[in-house]
Protein backbone atom coordinates (compact mmCIF):
# COMPACT_ATOMS: atom_id res chain seq x y z
CA UNK A 1 0.00 0.00 0.00
CA UNK A 2 1.29 3.29 -0.93
CA UNK A 3 0.56 6.99 0.91
CA UNK A 4 -3.04 7.39 -0.69
CA UNK A 5 -5.48 5.30 -2.80
CA UNK A 6 -4.70 7.07 -5.28
CA UNK A 7 -1.26 6.29 -5.58
CA UNK A 8 -2.04 2.43 -4.67
CA UNK A 9 -4.15 1.75 -7.61
CA UNK A 10 -1.42 4.07 -10.13
CA UNK A 11 1.21 1.41 -8.67
CA UNK A 12 -1.46 -1.37 -9.54
CA UNK A 13 -2.83 -0.16 -12.88
CA UNK A 14 1.53 0.23 -13.85
CA UNK A 15 2.01 -3.61 -12.69
CA UNK A 16 -0.75 -5.30 -13.73
CA UNK A 17 -0.44 -4.19 -17.57
CA UNK A 18 3.51 -4.13 -17.12
CA UNK A 19 4.31 -7.88 -16.50
CA UNK A 20 1.99 -9.19 -19.63
CA UNK A 21 2.21 -6.47 -21.53
CA UNK A 22 4.45 -8.11 -24.49
CA UNK A 23 1.84 -11.45 -24.34
CA UNK A 24 -1.07 -9.16 -24.72
CA UNK A 25 0.33 -7.12 -27.13
CA UNK A 26 0.33 -10.57 -29.08
CA UNK A 27 -3.26 -11.33 -27.74
CA UNK A 28 -5.01 -8.17 -29.08
CA UNK A 29 -2.71 -7.94 -32.47
CA UNK A 30 -3.80 -11.63 -33.33
CA UNK A 31 -7.16 -11.39 -31.81
CA UNK A 32 -8.06 -8.24 -33.89
CA UNK A 33 -7.03 -10.05 -37.16
CA UNK A 34 -9.00 -12.95 -36.28
CA UNK A 35 -11.98 -10.59 -36.65
CA UNK A 36 -10.89 -10.87 -40.52
CA UNK A 37 -10.20 -15.00 -40.36
CA UNK A 38 -12.26 -16.31 -43.23
CA UNK A 39 -11.15 -13.31 -45.50
CA UNK A 40 -8.02 -14.18 -44.70
CA UNK A 41 -8.60 -17.49 -45.47
CA UNK A 42 -10.23 -16.90 -48.62
CA UNK A 43 -7.31 -14.69 -50.03
CA UNK A 44 -4.69 -17.63 -48.59
CA UNK A 45 -6.29 -20.26 -51.37
CA UNK A 46 -6.00 -18.11 -54.69
CA UNK A 47 -6.88 -21.68 -56.53
CA UNK A 48 -10.32 -20.73 -55.31
CA UNK A 49 -10.67 -16.82 -56.72
CA UNK A 50 -11.81 -17.97 -59.98
CA UNK A 51 -14.75 -19.96 -60.61
CA UNK A 52 -15.85 -21.14 -57.08
CA UNK A 53 -17.63 -18.21 -55.40
CA UNK A 54 -21.31 -18.45 -55.47
CA UNK A 55 -24.30 -17.39 -53.80
CA UNK A 56 -26.74 -19.63 -51.47
CA UNK A 57 -29.40 -20.84 -53.50
CA UNK A 58 -32.43 -22.50 -51.79
CA UNK A 59 -33.53 -24.50 -55.05
CA UNK A 60 -30.64 -25.99 -55.24
CA UNK A 61 -29.87 -27.43 -52.25
CA UNK A 62 -31.57 -31.16 -53.25
CA UNK A 63 -29.65 -31.27 -55.79
CA UNK A 64 -26.47 -29.76 -54.09
CA UNK A 65 -26.96 -32.71 -51.16
CA UNK A 66 -27.49 -35.35 -53.67
CA UNK A 67 -24.32 -34.26 -55.72
CA UNK A 68 -22.41 -33.80 -52.54
CA UNK A 69 -23.42 -37.48 -50.82
CA UNK A 70 -22.68 -39.32 -53.69
CA UNK A 71 -19.19 -37.41 -54.59
CA UNK A 72 -18.21 -38.49 -51.11
CA UNK A 73 -19.07 -41.54 -51.75
CA UNK A 74 -17.16 -41.95 -54.18
CA UNK A 75 -13.91 -40.53 -53.49
CA UNK A 76 -13.78 -40.87 -49.49
CA UNK A 77 -12.12 -44.26 -48.31
CA UNK A 78 -13.80 -46.29 -46.56
CA UNK A 79 -12.25 -45.68 -42.89
CA UNK A 80 -13.91 -42.27 -43.65
CA UNK A 81 -15.50 -41.01 -40.12
CA UNK A 82 -17.34 -37.83 -40.79
CA UNK A 83 -18.49 -36.33 -44.10
CA UNK A 84 -19.04 -32.96 -44.48
CA UNK A 85 -21.15 -30.62 -47.07
CA UNK A 86 -20.52 -27.12 -46.19
CA UNK A 87 -22.99 -24.37 -48.05
CA UNK A 88 -22.20 -21.13 -49.23
CA UNK A 89 -22.24 -18.27 -46.36
CA UNK A 90 -21.76 -14.85 -46.17
CA UNK A 91 -18.31 -14.95 -45.67
CA UNK A 92 -17.18 -18.55 -47.29
CA UNK A 93 -19.13 -18.18 -50.30
CA UNK A 94 -18.37 -21.27 -51.29
CA UNK A 95 -20.20 -25.28 -51.67
CA UNK A 96 -17.40 -28.11 -50.63
CA UNK A 97 -17.43 -31.51 -50.13
CA UNK A 98 -14.92 -32.92 -47.48
CA UNK A 99 -14.25 -35.87 -45.40
CA UNK A 100 -12.74 -36.72 -42.26
CA UNK A 101 -9.88 -38.76 -41.78
CA UNK A 102 -9.12 -41.52 -38.40
CA UNK A 103 -6.82 -39.36 -36.58
CA UNK A 104 -2.90 -40.99 -36.82
CA UNK A 105 -0.84 -41.23 -33.60
CA UNK A 106 -0.88 -38.63 -31.18
CA UNK A 107 -3.68 -36.63 -33.33
CA UNK A 108 -7.02 -35.39 -31.07
CA UNK A 109 -8.48 -35.52 -34.80
CA UNK A 110 -8.29 -36.45 -38.48
CA UNK A 111 -7.03 -34.99 -41.32
CA UNK A 112 -9.95 -33.46 -43.44
CA UNK A 113 -9.94 -33.56 -47.11
CA UNK A 114 -11.50 -30.56 -48.94
CA UNK A 115 -12.65 -30.28 -52.61
CA UNK A 116 -14.52 -27.38 -53.82
CA UNK A 117 -17.47 -27.30 -56.54
CA UNK A 118 -17.23 -24.60 -59.26
CA UNK A 119 -20.18 -22.06 -59.22
CA UNK A 120 -21.57 -23.53 -62.95
CA UNK A 121 -21.22 -27.11 -61.31
CA UNK A 122 -19.01 -28.41 -64.22
CA UNK A 123 -16.11 -29.94 -61.68
CA UNK A 124 -14.97 -30.09 -58.42
CA UNK A 125 -11.75 -28.22 -57.52
CA UNK A 126 -9.29 -30.94 -55.75
CA UNK A 127 -6.20 -29.19 -56.12
CA UNK A 128 -5.61 -26.04 -53.38
CA UNK A 129 -2.91 -25.60 -51.72
CA UNK A 130 -2.33 -26.30 -47.75
CA UNK A 131 -2.55 -23.00 -45.04
CA UNK A 132 -3.73 -22.74 -41.81
CA UNK A 133 -5.60 -19.16 -43.42
CA UNK A 134 -6.92 -17.20 -40.71
CA UNK A 135 -7.69 -19.83 -38.66
CA UNK A 136 -3.83 -19.86 -37.52
CA UNK A 137 -4.52 -15.88 -35.69
CA UNK A 138 -7.88 -16.84 -34.43
CA UNK A 139 -5.89 -20.12 -32.55
CA UNK A 140 -2.81 -18.35 -31.88
CA UNK A 141 -4.85 -15.47 -29.63
CA UNK A 142 -5.60 -17.55 -27.27
CA UNK A 143 -3.97 -20.95 -28.07
CA UNK A 144 -0.67 -19.51 -28.48
CA UNK A 145 1.75 -21.87 -30.19
CA UNK A 146 4.42 -24.68 -29.84
CA UNK A 147 2.73 -25.45 -26.24
CA UNK A 148 -0.05 -27.73 -25.26
CA UNK A 149 -3.48 -25.46 -25.43
CA UNK A 150 -4.25 -26.39 -21.75
CA UNK A 151 -1.03 -24.44 -20.62
CA UNK A 152 -1.63 -21.36 -22.88
CA UNK A 153 -5.29 -21.11 -22.12
CA UNK A 154 -3.86 -20.81 -18.62
CA UNK A 155 -1.39 -18.03 -19.68
CA UNK A 156 -3.80 -16.18 -21.48
CA UNK A 157 -6.16 -16.67 -18.45
CA UNK A 158 -3.33 -14.93 -16.53
CA UNK A 159 -3.19 -12.22 -18.85
CA UNK A 160 -6.75 -11.54 -19.59
CA UNK A 161 -7.58 -11.04 -15.69
CA UNK A 162 -4.25 -8.87 -15.46
CA UNK A 163 -5.47 -6.80 -18.08
CA UNK A 164 -8.76 -6.63 -16.61
CA UNK A 165 -7.52 -5.25 -12.99
CA UNK A 166 -5.44 -2.80 -15.32
CA UNK A 167 -8.43 -1.39 -17.28
CA UNK A 168 -10.55 -0.87 -14.01
CA UNK A 169 -7.76 0.62 -12.00
CA UNK A 170 -7.01 2.78 -14.84
CA UNK A 171 -10.66 4.00 -14.77
CA UNK A 172 -10.59 4.81 -11.16
CA UNK A 173 -7.01 6.78 -11.67
CA UNK A 174 -8.27 8.64 -14.81
CA UNK A 175 -9.37 12.12 -13.28
CA UNK A 176 -9.83 13.65 -16.41
CA UNK A 177 -10.97 11.11 -18.66
CA UNK A 178 -12.98 13.22 -20.73
CA UNK A 179 -10.57 15.75 -20.79
CA UNK A 180 -7.97 13.37 -22.09
CA UNK A 181 -9.98 12.22 -24.69
CA UNK A 182 -9.40 15.08 -26.62
CA UNK A 183 -6.17 16.05 -25.62
CA UNK A 184 -2.83 14.91 -27.71
CA UNK A 185 0.25 17.09 -27.27
CA UNK A 186 2.90 16.85 -29.81
CA UNK A 187 6.37 16.97 -29.67
CA UNK A 188 6.67 16.35 -25.95
CA UNK A 189 8.39 13.15 -25.04
CA UNK A 190 6.99 10.97 -22.46
CA UNK A 191 3.70 13.36 -22.06
CA UNK A 192 2.45 12.85 -25.73
CA UNK A 193 3.44 8.87 -25.25
CA UNK A 194 1.03 9.26 -21.88
CA UNK A 195 -1.61 11.36 -24.16
CA UNK A 196 -1.65 8.31 -26.83
CA UNK A 197 -2.29 5.16 -23.93
CA UNK A 198 -4.81 7.63 -22.59
CA UNK A 199 -6.66 8.37 -26.09
CA UNK A 200 -6.13 5.15 -27.56
CA UNK A 201 -7.29 3.45 -23.91
CA UNK A 202 -10.26 5.79 -23.63
CA UNK A 203 -11.66 5.76 -26.79
CA UNK A 204 -12.54 2.13 -27.21
CA UNK A 205 -12.64 1.88 -23.25
CA UNK A 206 -16.54 -0.11 -24.15
CA UNK A 207 -14.23 -2.81 -26.39
CA UNK A 208 -11.80 -3.41 -24.18
CA UNK A 209 -14.01 -3.98 -20.97
CA UNK A 210 -16.37 -6.24 -23.57
CA UNK A 211 -13.59 -8.10 -24.69
CA UNK A 212 -11.47 -8.78 -21.97
CA UNK A 213 -14.63 -9.96 -19.74
CA UNK A 214 -16.00 -12.03 -22.29
CA UNK A 215 -12.74 -13.36 -22.90
CA UNK A 216 -12.15 -14.96 -19.62
CA UNK A 217 -16.17 -16.13 -19.46
CA UNK A 218 -15.14 -17.98 -22.87
CA UNK A 219 -13.26 -20.13 -20.74
CA UNK A 220 -14.47 -19.80 -17.40
CA UNK A 221 -15.01 -23.70 -17.49
CA UNK A 222 -11.63 -23.96 -17.50
CA UNK A 223 -10.51 -21.55 -15.23
CA UNK A 224 -13.07 -22.46 -12.67
CA UNK A 225 -14.20 -26.18 -12.73
CA UNK A 226 -15.17 -26.32 -9.44
CA UNK A 227 -19.06 -25.78 -10.51
CA UNK A 228 -19.04 -28.54 -12.16
CA UNK A 229 -17.33 -31.11 -10.18
CA UNK A 230 -19.36 -30.36 -7.24
CA UNK A 231 -22.66 -31.18 -8.97
CA UNK A 232 -21.17 -34.06 -11.10
CA UNK A 233 -18.56 -35.41 -8.53
CA UNK A 234 -18.11 -38.80 -10.21
CA UNK A 235 -18.98 -38.30 -14.54
CA UNK A 236 -18.34 -35.05 -15.79
CA UNK A 237 -19.50 -36.74 -19.26
CA UNK A 238 -23.12 -36.26 -17.42
CA UNK A 239 -22.33 -32.55 -17.06
CA UNK A 240 -21.57 -31.65 -21.22
CA UNK A 241 -24.68 -34.76 -22.28
CA UNK A 242 -26.76 -32.70 -20.03
CA UNK A 243 -25.50 -29.18 -21.78
CA UNK A 244 -25.77 -30.13 -25.39
CA UNK A 245 -27.27 -33.63 -25.88
CA UNK A 246 -27.05 -33.25 -29.18
CA UNK A 247 -23.52 -33.62 -29.49
CA UNK A 248 -23.23 -36.59 -27.66
CA UNK A 249 -23.34 -39.42 -30.27
CA UNK A 250 -22.85 -43.18 -30.53
CA UNK A 251 -19.70 -44.56 -31.05
CA UNK A 252 -19.78 -47.04 -34.48
CA UNK A 253 -20.83 -50.24 -34.06
CA UNK A 254 -18.75 -51.74 -36.77
CA UNK A 255 -22.04 -52.63 -38.48
CA UNK A 256 -22.55 -51.74 -41.82
CA UNK A 257 -25.81 -50.61 -43.05
CA UNK A 258 -27.47 -48.68 -46.03
CA UNK A 259 -27.19 -44.94 -45.89
CA UNK A 260 -30.36 -42.83 -45.81
CA UNK A 261 -30.19 -39.88 -48.79
CA UNK A 262 -29.57 -36.49 -47.55
CA UNK A 263 -32.14 -35.44 -49.86
CA UNK A 264 -34.47 -37.30 -48.37
CA UNK A 265 -34.56 -35.39 -45.28
CA UNK A 266 -35.33 -31.44 -46.67
CA UNK A 267 -39.25 -32.26 -45.97
CA UNK A 268 -38.67 -32.70 -42.22
CA UNK A 269 -35.78 -30.11 -41.85
CA UNK A 270 -38.20 -27.51 -44.03
CA UNK A 271 -41.11 -28.81 -41.56
CA UNK A 272 -39.14 -27.60 -38.66
CA UNK A 273 -36.52 -24.07 -40.28
CA UNK A 274 -39.05 -23.24 -42.80
CA UNK A 275 -36.46 -21.41 -45.72
CA UNK A 276 -33.87 -20.59 -42.85
CA UNK A 277 -30.64 -21.60 -44.68
CA UNK A 278 -28.27 -24.38 -43.54
CA UNK A 279 -24.82 -23.95 -43.40
CA UNK A 280 -23.46 -27.40 -43.19
CA UNK A 281 -24.16 -31.22 -42.90
CA UNK A 282 -22.03 -33.97 -41.30
CA UNK A 283 -22.38 -37.32 -41.01
CA UNK A 284 -21.00 -39.42 -38.20
CA UNK A 285 -19.65 -42.95 -38.69
CA UNK A 286 -21.23 -43.16 -42.22
CA UNK A 287 -22.68 -46.24 -43.47
CA UNK A 288 -22.70 -47.69 -39.85
CA UNK A 289 -25.82 -49.00 -37.66
CA UNK A 290 -25.28 -45.98 -35.42
CA UNK A 291 -24.40 -43.62 -38.49
CA UNK A 292 -25.88 -40.00 -37.43
CA UNK A 293 -26.54 -37.02 -39.93
CA UNK A 294 -26.73 -33.30 -38.71
CA UNK A 295 -28.11 -30.35 -39.58
CA UNK A 296 -26.50 -27.06 -38.96
CA UNK A 297 -28.88 -23.71 -39.73
CA UNK A 298 -27.00 -20.85 -40.50
CA UNK A 299 -27.54 -17.96 -37.41
CA UNK A 300 -24.47 -15.69 -38.70
CA UNK A 301 -26.85 -12.79 -38.16
CA UNK A 302 -28.14 -13.30 -34.71
CA UNK A 303 -26.44 -12.31 -31.54
CA UNK A 304 -26.69 -15.43 -29.94
CA UNK A 305 -23.76 -18.01 -30.49
CA UNK A 306 -25.92 -20.85 -29.84
CA UNK A 307 -26.05 -23.18 -32.98
CA UNK A 308 -29.65 -24.49 -33.76
CA UNK A 309 -29.34 -28.28 -35.26
CA UNK A 310 -31.58 -31.24 -36.55
CA UNK A 311 -30.13 -34.64 -35.38
CA UNK A 312 -31.30 -37.48 -37.53
CA UNK A 313 -30.88 -41.86 -37.49
CA UNK A 314 -28.41 -41.91 -40.11
CA UNK A 315 -29.94 -45.05 -41.50
CA UNK A 316 -34.01 -44.85 -41.15
CA UNK A 317 -33.90 -40.66 -41.31
CA UNK A 318 -35.69 -40.13 -37.93
CA UNK A 319 -35.85 -37.01 -36.54
CA UNK A 320 -33.67 -37.98 -33.05
CA UNK A 321 -33.14 -34.60 -31.49
CA UNK A 322 -34.02 -30.59 -32.97
CA UNK A 323 -32.57 -27.42 -30.73
CA UNK A 324 -35.29 -26.26 -28.42
CA UNK A 325 -36.82 -22.64 -29.97
CA UNK A 326 -35.95 -20.90 -25.99
CA UNK A 327 -33.15 -21.87 -23.53
CA UNK A 328 -32.46 -21.24 -20.46
CA UNK A 329 -31.01 -17.89 -19.35
CA UNK A 330 -27.96 -19.07 -18.21
CA UNK A 331 -27.38 -20.49 -21.70
CA UNK A 332 -28.61 -17.41 -23.63
CA UNK A 333 -26.23 -14.98 -21.62
CA UNK A 334 -23.08 -17.67 -22.34
CA UNK A 335 -23.81 -17.73 -26.15
CA UNK A 336 -24.48 -14.31 -26.40
CA UNK A 337 -20.77 -13.50 -23.95
CA UNK A 338 -19.15 -15.67 -27.01
CA UNK A 339 -20.73 -14.17 -29.67
CA UNK A 340 -19.96 -10.56 -28.53
CA UNK A 341 -16.31 -11.95 -28.20
CA UNK A 342 -16.11 -13.77 -31.01
CA UNK A 343 -17.91 -10.79 -33.63
CA UNK A 344 -19.55 -13.60 -35.43
CA UNK A 345 -23.16 -11.79 -35.33
CA UNK A 346 -21.92 -8.47 -37.16
CA UNK A 347 -21.92 -7.20 -40.38
CA UNK A 348 -18.76 -5.98 -41.68
CA UNK A 349 -19.03 -2.31 -40.76
CA UNK A 350 -19.13 -3.73 -37.51
CA UNK A 351 -16.19 -6.39 -37.70
CA UNK A 352 -14.24 -2.81 -38.95
CA UNK A 353 -15.15 -1.04 -36.26
CA UNK A 354 -14.11 -4.31 -33.98
CA UNK A 355 -10.83 -3.92 -35.66
CA UNK A 356 -10.15 -0.75 -35.05
CA UNK A 357 -10.78 -0.96 -31.52
CA UNK A 358 -8.53 -3.96 -31.15
CA UNK A 359 -6.18 -2.15 -33.16
CA UNK A 360 -6.54 0.78 -30.14
CA UNK A 361 -6.11 -1.83 -27.70
CA UNK A 362 -2.25 -2.66 -29.73
CA UNK A 363 -1.78 0.74 -29.50
CA UNK A 364 -2.30 1.02 -25.78
CA UNK A 365 -0.01 -1.67 -25.12
CA UNK A 366 2.47 -0.49 -26.83
CA UNK A 367 2.46 3.43 -25.59
CA UNK A 368 2.47 2.10 -22.24
CA UNK A 369 5.56 -0.29 -22.67
CA UNK A 370 6.90 2.05 -24.64
CA UNK A 371 6.28 5.05 -21.43
CA UNK A 372 8.04 2.20 -19.54
CA UNK A 373 10.56 2.49 -21.05
CA UNK A 374 11.30 6.34 -21.70
CA UNK A 375 10.64 6.29 -17.68
CA UNK A 376 13.27 4.00 -17.24
CA UNK A 377 16.07 5.70 -19.06
CA UNK A 378 14.87 9.02 -17.41
CA UNK A 379 15.68 7.45 -14.00
CA UNK A 380 19.25 6.02 -15.63
CA UNK A 381 19.65 9.23 -17.46
CA UNK A 382 22.47 10.64 -15.63
CA UNK A 383 24.55 7.69 -15.10
CA UNK A 384 24.25 7.27 -18.84
CA UNK A 385 25.42 10.61 -19.33
CA UNK A 386 28.55 10.24 -17.51
CA UNK A 387 29.26 7.43 -19.86
CA UNK A 388 27.95 4.25 -17.51
CA UNK A 389 25.95 1.41 -19.86
CA UNK A 390 21.83 0.95 -19.35
CA UNK A 391 20.76 -1.19 -17.29
CA UNK A 392 19.96 -5.17 -18.25
CA UNK A 393 16.49 -4.51 -16.88
CA UNK A 394 16.42 -1.22 -19.52
CA UNK A 395 17.68 -2.77 -22.53
CA UNK A 396 15.74 -5.89 -21.94
CA UNK A 397 12.41 -3.91 -22.13
CA UNK A 398 13.49 -1.62 -24.97
CA UNK A 399 14.45 -4.84 -26.84
CA UNK A 400 10.92 -6.55 -26.17
CA UNK A 401 9.90 -2.81 -27.18
CA UNK A 402 11.19 -3.20 -30.59
CA UNK A 403 10.51 -7.04 -31.03
CA UNK A 404 6.98 -7.31 -30.26
CA UNK A 405 5.65 -4.07 -31.31
CA UNK A 406 7.38 -4.15 -34.44
CA UNK A 407 8.00 -7.86 -35.10
CA UNK A 408 4.43 -8.87 -35.27
CA UNK A 409 3.45 -6.76 -38.16
CA UNK A 410 6.50 -8.07 -39.60
CA UNK A 411 5.48 -11.45 -38.75
CA UNK A 412 2.00 -11.10 -40.24
CA UNK A 413 3.40 -10.17 -43.69
CA UNK A 414 5.64 -12.86 -43.45
CA UNK A 415 3.03 -15.51 -43.41
CA UNK A 416 1.08 -14.16 -45.84
CA UNK A 417 3.79 -13.66 -48.02
CA UNK A 418 5.11 -17.73 -47.16
CA UNK A 419 1.33 -18.81 -48.08
CA UNK A 420 2.22 -17.49 -51.95
CA UNK A 421 6.01 -17.90 -52.28
CA UNK A 422 6.86 -21.73 -50.78
CA UNK A 423 6.46 -24.43 -53.29
CA UNK A 424 2.48 -25.46 -53.44
CA UNK A 425 3.83 -29.30 -53.22
CA UNK A 426 6.25 -28.62 -49.81
CA UNK A 427 5.67 -31.41 -47.20
CA UNK A 428 4.01 -29.53 -44.24
CA UNK A 429 3.22 -25.86 -45.71
CA UNK A 430 0.71 -24.63 -43.82
CA UNK A 431 3.39 -25.50 -40.47
CA UNK A 432 6.14 -23.56 -42.29
CA UNK A 433 3.65 -20.36 -42.90
CA UNK A 434 3.11 -20.32 -39.14
CA UNK A 435 7.01 -21.10 -38.86
CA UNK A 436 8.00 -18.03 -41.29
CA UNK A 437 5.53 -15.91 -38.44
CA UNK A 438 7.78 -16.60 -35.83
CA UNK A 439 10.90 -16.77 -37.58
CA UNK A 440 10.48 -12.83 -38.25
CA UNK A 441 9.33 -11.97 -34.40
CA UNK A 442 12.36 -13.95 -33.84
CA UNK A 443 14.55 -11.68 -36.11
CA UNK A 444 13.32 -8.58 -35.13
CA UNK A 445 14.39 -9.93 -31.51
CA UNK A 446 17.52 -10.18 -33.24
CA UNK A 447 18.24 -6.95 -34.57
CA UNK A 448 16.72 -4.84 -31.43
CA UNK A 449 20.10 -7.21 -30.18
CA UNK A 450 22.60 -4.97 -32.47
CA UNK A 451 20.26 -1.67 -32.01
CA UNK A 452 17.03 0.10 -31.07
CA UNK A 453 18.15 3.70 -31.90
CA UNK A 454 15.71 6.12 -34.07
CA UNK A 455 17.17 4.80 -36.88
CA UNK A 456 16.83 1.32 -36.74
CA UNK A 457 13.44 1.90 -35.72
CA UNK A 458 12.58 4.03 -39.11
CA UNK A 459 14.30 1.30 -41.35
CA UNK A 460 11.96 -1.42 -39.89
CA UNK A 461 9.01 0.85 -40.03
CA UNK A 462 9.51 1.28 -43.91
CA UNK A 463 10.25 -2.35 -44.33
CA UNK A 464 7.42 -3.66 -43.19
CA UNK A 465 5.22 -0.60 -44.73
CA UNK A 466 6.76 -1.80 -48.14
CA UNK A 467 5.95 -5.23 -47.33
CA UNK A 468 2.52 -4.33 -46.59
CA UNK A 469 1.74 -1.98 -50.01
CA UNK A 470 2.96 -4.73 -52.31
CA UNK A 471 1.33 -7.17 -51.23
CA UNK A 472 -1.15 -6.66 -53.67
CA UNK A 473 0.78 -6.85 -56.07
CA UNK A 474 2.03 -10.03 -54.75
CA UNK A 475 -1.69 -11.01 -54.79
CA UNK A 476 -1.88 -9.79 -58.59
CA UNK A 477 1.57 -12.01 -59.80
CA UNK A 478 0.14 -15.11 -58.16
CA UNK A 479 -3.61 -15.52 -58.49
CA UNK A 480 -6.19 -15.73 -61.55
CA UNK A 481 -7.72 -13.14 -60.33
CA UNK A 482 -6.42 -9.00 -59.04
CA UNK A 483 -7.15 -6.44 -57.29
CA UNK A 484 -9.39 -4.96 -60.90
CA UNK A 485 -10.90 -8.06 -61.46
CA UNK A 486 -12.12 -8.92 -58.03
CA UNK A 487 -13.92 -5.23 -58.12
CA UNK A 488 -15.65 -5.92 -61.26
CA UNK A 489 -16.49 -9.93 -60.03
CA UNK A 490 -17.65 -7.72 -56.24
CA UNK A 491 -15.46 -10.22 -54.75
CA UNK A 492 -15.09 -8.04 -51.56
CA UNK A 493 -13.41 -9.70 -49.25
CA UNK A 494 -10.66 -10.12 -51.41
CA UNK A 495 -11.19 -6.43 -52.78
CA UNK A 496 -11.40 -5.58 -48.80
CA UNK A 497 -7.74 -7.35 -48.11
CA UNK A 498 -6.12 -5.39 -50.57
CA UNK A 499 -7.33 -2.44 -49.11
CA UNK A 500 -6.25 -3.48 -45.33
CA UNK A 501 -3.12 -4.02 -46.62
CA UNK A 502 -2.57 -0.67 -48.54
CA UNK A 503 -3.49 1.18 -45.68
CA UNK A 504 -1.30 -0.77 -42.80
CA UNK A 505 1.33 -0.29 -45.47
CA UNK A 506 0.98 3.86 -45.48
CA UNK A 507 0.50 3.87 -41.92
CA UNK A 508 3.77 2.33 -41.34
CA UNK A 509 4.99 4.33 -43.90
CA UNK A 510 4.08 7.55 -42.68
CA UNK A 511 5.20 6.68 -39.25
CA UNK A 512 8.62 6.02 -40.27
CA UNK A 513 8.55 9.49 -41.96
CA UNK A 514 6.85 11.16 -38.82
CA UNK A 515 9.45 9.29 -36.52
CA UNK A 516 11.90 11.27 -38.09
CA UNK A 517 10.06 14.59 -37.97
CA UNK A 518 9.16 13.86 -34.48
CA UNK A 519 12.98 13.12 -32.87
CA UNK A 520 14.76 15.92 -35.20
CA UNK A 521 12.13 18.31 -33.09
CA UNK A 522 12.95 17.01 -29.54
CA UNK A 523 16.89 16.51 -30.32
CA UNK A 524 17.09 20.58 -30.91
CA UNK A 525 19.81 21.11 -27.37
CA UNK A 526 19.88 24.12 -26.04
CA UNK A 527 23.05 26.40 -25.74
CA UNK A 528 23.77 25.07 -22.46
CA UNK A 529 24.29 21.94 -22.96
CA UNK A 530 25.56 21.38 -26.36
CA UNK A 531 29.51 20.65 -25.78
CA UNK A 532 28.25 18.32 -22.86
CA UNK A 533 26.24 16.11 -25.11
CA UNK A 534 27.92 16.24 -28.09
CA UNK A 535 31.15 14.93 -25.57
CA UNK A 536 28.62 11.97 -24.62
CA UNK A 537 27.87 11.23 -27.71
CA UNK A 538 31.50 10.94 -29.05
CA UNK A 539 32.06 8.93 -25.64
CA UNK A 540 28.98 6.51 -25.91
CA UNK A 541 26.61 5.95 -29.15
CA UNK A 542 23.44 5.94 -28.35
CA UNK A 543 21.60 2.23 -29.28
CA UNK A 544 18.01 3.37 -28.01
CA UNK A 545 15.48 5.53 -29.56
CA UNK A 546 13.94 5.94 -25.93
CA UNK A 547 17.16 7.74 -24.98
CA UNK A 548 16.31 10.29 -27.42
CA UNK A 549 12.78 10.82 -26.21
CA UNK A 550 14.27 10.68 -22.60
CA UNK A 551 16.46 14.03 -22.70
CA UNK A 552 13.23 15.68 -23.94
CA UNK A 553 10.63 15.46 -21.09
CA UNK A 554 11.30 14.85 -17.79
CA UNK A 555 10.17 12.08 -15.55
CA UNK A 556 7.49 14.64 -13.14
CA UNK A 557 5.93 15.85 -16.69
CA UNK A 558 5.17 12.26 -17.56
CA UNK A 559 3.64 11.72 -14.36
CA UNK A 560 1.66 14.68 -13.97
Known amino acids: MKETFFRTLSWLHTWAGLLV ?20 SLWAEPELHRGAFQDYQVDQIANQLEKGQSYIETHSAPTTQRWLINFPTERSPMLSFAWQLPPEKGQRRGKIEQHTALADGSGVITDVRDSRGGDFFY ?6 HYMSAITARYIVGVCTMFMLIALISGIVIHKRIFKDLFSFR ?3 GARSWLDAHNVSSVIA ?29 EDNQAFLKELNPARQTEKASGIQAEQVRLSQLLPQVKAEWGDAPIKQVIISYPKDQNSQVTFYQNTGKEVTDESSILVFNGVTGELKYASPHEVSGTVATYDTMMSL ?12 LFFF ?28 DKGEKASRGLRLVEGL ?18 NRLLPVDLATRSAWEVHSFFIALAAMGVWAFFGRSRRHWQLALMLIGVLYCALPVLNAFTSPSHFIDNIRSQQWALVGFDIVALLLGSAMLFASTRLSAVVKTLQKPSQ ?17 YANELASSSPLEEAKS
Not at 207 to 221: E, N, Q
Not at 528 to 544: C, F, G, I, L, Y
Request: hydrophobic residues 50%; positive net charge; proline residues 5%.
Open 401 to 418: NFMFILGLPLGAAAFFYA
Open 357 to 384: CGLLGCAMVASGTLMWAIRLRQKQQKAI
Open 528 to 544: KNTATAEKVRRKQPDPS
Open 139 to 144: RLHFDL
Open 21 to 40: CWVLLLIFFAGSLSYFRHEM
Open 186 to 188: QNK
Open 341 to 352: HTARFAAPLLRI
Open 205 to 233: LPYHLMITYTGLITLMLMYIPWTVSTAYP
